[in-house]
């Protein structure tokens, strides 16, 4: 694992094999506590994963070995078609920073479908104040698939 800056994030243009970053370069103690995504329009509930949740949700799957951390960091769900011709979604991130501040903590979000980047966003939270929870609420238009992408 080499040094990856937020550029080179940018330029991905298809999913990773593996992590960038090993699990212990977490130095801020950043800890995501739950991710949950909505019909924007109804309020329906599509996704919730969270750390308090006994298992997985339907759709969802989780292979979590302990002598693997990077287990814990991966999670695999599958969306029926309608839920990939929302027009709009909601999402809901809680996390919580460990003993030190963190100025200006950027999140780069890359969605794939087929191993093709259907969007990117590049988030900066500010500030975080040590030992804080933090929720980051966010409204998607959700990007229209190619009819042959669909299939």
């Given at each position: ?57 339907e759709g969802m799957e ?15 769900y599958n969306f029926s ?39 990117s966003y590049d988030f ?28």
């Amino acid at each position: 694992m080499g040094d990856y800056t937020p550029d080179d994030v940018l330029q991905l243009d298809r999913p990773t094999t593996g992590f960038l970053c090993p699990f212990n370069a977490n130095v801020f103690g950043i800890e995501f506590l739950s991710f949950e995504i909505c019909d924007y329009e109804s309020k329906a509930r599509i996704f919730r994963v969270g750390k308090d949740m006994e298992g997985p949700t339907e759709g969802m799957e989780m292979d979590i070995d302990p002598r693997n951390p990077d287990s814990m960091r991966t999670i695999r769900y599958n969306f029926s078609e309608d839920v990939l011709r929302m027009p709009v979604i909601s999402t809901s991130l809680v996390f919580s920073v460990g003993g030190r501040e963190i100025d200006n903590f950027r999140m780069i979000e890359r969605h794939y479908f087929r191993d093709q980047l259907v969007k990117s966003y590049d988030f900066t939270f500010g500030f975080c104040i040590p030992g804080s929870t933090n929720e980051w609420e966010a409204v998607y238009a959700v990007p229209g698939l190619d009819e042959s992408l669909s299939k």
